[in-house]
């Protein structure tokens, strides 16, 4: 499953590009992809708050700890769903990919997931799933 990379801002302060988050303040999870990626934007580390949940990176926005958050678009779109205070700013470029971590001495269960996933995904029941609980519509 691949979702976008979404800025989150509070309400009326978006990001006039890409460019501006270098210069703002940052809250993402320490050790994400997401800070991995901000540090490629050459987002300064000064500039990035660094915590351990989703949640305190949204709250951190909505107190204004923090101009913005990057998030994946389903986080984000859960999220929007109770807080008016935030809106998204822009979609960055780049996907990021949802997986399964299975342990590697675990070939039985890593095969039961995949044909698991398969069906769902061609019985159309995965997008069901995903257009109900992860997306705005």
Do not use: W
Request: net charge negative; aromatic share 4%.
């Amino acid at each position: 499953c691949i979702r976008d990379r979404v800025i989150v801002t509070p309400v009326g302060s978006r990001l006039a590009d890409v460019a501006a988050l270098k210069s703002k303040r940052a809250v993402v999870i320490r050790g994400s992809s997401h800070a991995e990626h901000l540090e490629k934007l050459g987002v300064p580390e000064e500039n990035m708050l660094l915590v351990a949940f989703t949640l305190e990176c949204f709250t951190a926005v909505s107190d204004g700890e923090a101009d913005y958050t990057l998030a994946d678009s389903a986080a984000a779109e859960a999220q929007l769903r109770s807080d008016e205070q935030l809106e998204i700013s822009c979609t960055l470029p780049g996907k990021d990919d949802y997986g399964f971590a299975v342990p590697k001495e675990s070939a039985e269960l890593l095969s039961a997931l995949n044909e698991f996933v398969a069906e769902m995904r061609s019985s159309g029941k995965l997008d069901e799933i995903i257009a109900r609980h992860m997306t705005l519509e």
